[in-house]
């Protein structure tokens, strides 16, 4: 089955809006940058997660840790007193988790380029 980062983002959204929750909120108790929250909660990007992200933000929302992964999955999320399955997968987690915090500083790296350029562009004129 394909994933659905639709459903994903539809499930955050209510369930911060039942919490009373802003997404900067969600960001500190689930200790995903506030990015990457707003990427999954406005499905703004579409690229593969580490489950990790999804677990932090699951357990951040009191659920279980693998709820957000079913929902991605169209399965029914598990109740949260449900026993975690163990992953084979946790080398490949890691591996994601520092693909999408690469990807971040790629992309302040590309925000600061452009600030240096104006910038440079400015003093080069003042001559």
């Known amino acids: 089955m394909s994933e ?5 983002a539809r ?6 809006s039942e919490l009373g929750w802003r997404q900067r909120e969600l960001a500190e108790r689930s200790r995903v940058s506030q990015a990457i929250v707003r990427e999954i909660q406005h499905h703004v990007v579409e690229r ?3 489950s990790r992200t999804l677990e932090s933000l699951s357990v951040a929302l009191g659920w279980h840790p693998q ?3 079913a929902v991605l999955h169209g ?3 598990p109740p949260v007193d449900e026993p975690i399955r163990e992953r084979p997968d946790t080398v490949w987690s890691r591996l994601d988790a520092l693909e999408e915090r690469l990807d971040e500083i790629t992309e302040r790296l590309d925000d600061l380029k452009g600030d ?3 910038v440079i562009e400015h003093v080069r004129s003042k001559r």
């Open 48 to 50: 593969r997660r580490s």
């Open 75 to 77: 399965r029914k999320p």
């Open 11 to 16: 499930a955050i959204n209510e369930r911060v």
């Open 4 to 8: 659905d980062w639709a459903a994903v």
């Open 67 to 69: 709820h957000l992964n």
């Open 116 to 118: 240096l350029a104006t």
